[in-house]
């Protein structure tokens, strides 16, 4: 038997555990799932004879050693900055890693270690990142193969409720970390390429500039830039691309109304509010606004901003309750991030029956023979239920596939890396196929880029 | 003789050497100039007497030690950051100091060794911190001394032109620092009270939420927030105030046009551009606009702001010649703050016979016998020439006049402190009024917060 260690047992899991134990007979797997709490773990194993969950925490350096020396490979699925210590280990044991999460510093700084013990450190290969890797460089490296040179590159993802969940005015509940999306875009200017130009976006004018989408059979999208488009520019081979730009989608509204949030400065994470766990939501409002002592909350705040009074984003303001006077924020010393994710938390966290959806658009532009031509490619992934989501879906599977390549020896170049190479990314794309994860490709008229049309 | 160490000699030096010159005949003063560059001191001492200029590296620890030691007294014009050395030395050789600027936690850290040596280290005493406090707590300390109790205090100071060369749209030339105009509000929400609630405004809100004030004589002016309001609260004794708010004065329409470079991301000092010294005033303006092949730039920041065709903010970016495609930038890796200070600088730096001004003006709203009652108190002071102007005025005189009354015996208390106690205020606004520099009290109707009328 093959030994995998998976540490951690969190949500995107699930998908990955079902795929390694469906092959465990055939492939001779023995998988150790290792947690601090073992529930989740337990429950996704079952009585799988192939399979056990040992408490493991992370912290504890005898038990963590012990479980990676005794492991033929490992994948962690902690959290991004909890790697490293996973991977030091998986050096001195002489183990190849496989992780979901961006390539930290400390992480890159093993990549000589990593080749010098011929072992595969493979990082980035979930969903965004992962998956956007795989299926751009596919795209990439055939029109460029086929002699075209690349001059547009537009890569968009986002995590989404499906059509048959979607039930509330913004289009949108929490399919994944809230947190990370009440302070998403902040800590400094969106930096991209439009034709040759340097763009910037300051965070407060970010969910203004969007962009617009249309996704066959699941209608229209809409896309805020990432903080930096230009990451993987080198890594990718666009040096000479003229249009480079990465975005998260969202239904098309979501951005206008998220906008009076930001503007209110009420996505602020960089400190806290004294009185915030006596302050009712309608307060935590009034906190953003000039005090006045007759006008309502509701009146100065449509002044401030300027919201007419039959504007649609005022709706989802009402739907969220945020002028409610009786309902506490009840969150001691919080940020106005905090309190404005407890706030949403109310009505964007999924029913049990809910469902979400990972959609996925990338855009290449690219001349040939002297014309220009741009293929649209996009993956549509629905979720089954809570615990096989369209996210675990999507990250798990490609981590699990991965790692049974690499112990059958499919993907053996070693080093710290991602999935950008033909040698990586041709027989992942492929078995994803196989579970209904795939791109749709189709050829449109090369436009370059235009604010208003694109 | 007594011997006056005044160490760095920059523009708000010239009063201050001209106070402690005209004295040094009847006050027995000796002073010392020292800088690396000893050309200004030069210019302002002249012939004097009573009076030398010396290169002083302040970095060169021999030098300085010896400069401090064979002082009486030390004034440090140096930039904030600078202090703290002399500091040390003052302790190390038993001398009193007196500094213009903020108390860092460093030279507060002093506290002790200096009462332990009977040292005053007198900070905050030009004119912003400085008169600011001085002015407050004596109106502050009268209301409370005649049984009132303080419920509002508002305070703004600004440095402006003056009205005779006030000859742009913006009504705005720099008259101090630049850059620090353009970072201004940075670095996180502006936070005060009103009414008895914390209010908290982004940086990117912050110049569309002003105020305004009349200033009889001189007309209409406009307030945006300070950072932190509530920093002298506890100091000022006003832990039980309902209002309280500090802030900045420009005249009406500044922050309305300001905002724009706010709103693009123009102001932004936390990332470089790459090509900046390539670009020209044209080209940074499209750098924060999205593409078009065929749209202007004026059109697109019209569209982007919407900015009618007929608003007097355009004519104020036409001023500045911000679209002008012949300028080059001409700065390397710059930041968009950095190229927005040098466009700036083109309009606004001042002509050889532009005068400055100074404006401050506090509110103090107070409960006595069950009614309440409100004071107004303004000053306005103005430059004579670009060299005794109204900023070096307002700065070096209560430096100039602490350092003599600690000399002569009349501030006594030891300690790193700043002058807001009767032993230091009373006799300092008092001979400030000599030099011109006097508030004006009257006595209004209460009308609390508001956010229109006020």
Sequence with gaps: MRKILVIGSGKSTSYLLKYLLD??????????????HTDTAKKLIGNHENAETIILDIFNEIDRKKAIKNADIVISMLP?????QVAKDCILF???????????????????????????????????????HMSAMQVLNRIRDDGGKVILFESFTGGLIAPESDNNLWNYKFTWNPRNVVIAGQGGAAKFLQEGTYKYIPYHRLFRRTEFLEVEAFGQFEIYANRDSLKYQSVYGLDSIRTLYRGTIRRVGFSRAWNIFVNLGMTDDS????????????DFVNAFLPYSPSDSVELKLRYQLKIDQDDIVWEKLIELDIFNAQKPVGLKKATPAQILQKILMDSWTLDKTDKDMIVMYHK???????????IDSNMVVLGDDQTYTAMAKTVGLPVAIATLAILN???????????????????ILKELETFGIQFKEK????????????
Excluded: C, W
């Design 23 to 36: 092959k465990s007979a055939s492939e001779k797997l023995f998988i150790t799932v290792g947690d601090i």
């Design 94 to 132: 002489g183990k190849s890693m496989v992780t979901a999460s961006y390539i930290s510093s400390e992480m890159q700084a093993l990549d000589a270690e990593a080749k010098a013990r011929n072992l595969i450190f493979m990082n980035e290969i979930g969903v965004d990142p992962g998956i956007d």
């Design 271 to 282: 400190y806290t509010i004294d009185d915030s766990e006596n302050m009712s939501y309608r």
């Design 443 to 454: 050829e449109v008229p090369y436009l370059g880029y235009n604010s208003l049309n694109n």
């Design 409 to 427: 020896g499919k993907i053996k170049t070693p080093g710290v890396q991602i999935p950008i190479t033909k040698e990586v990314y041709t027989p």
């Design 80 to 84: 991004v900055s909890l790697h490293i």
């Design 364 to 374: 290449f532009g690219y001349e040939k023979d002297g014309k220009t031509y741009q």
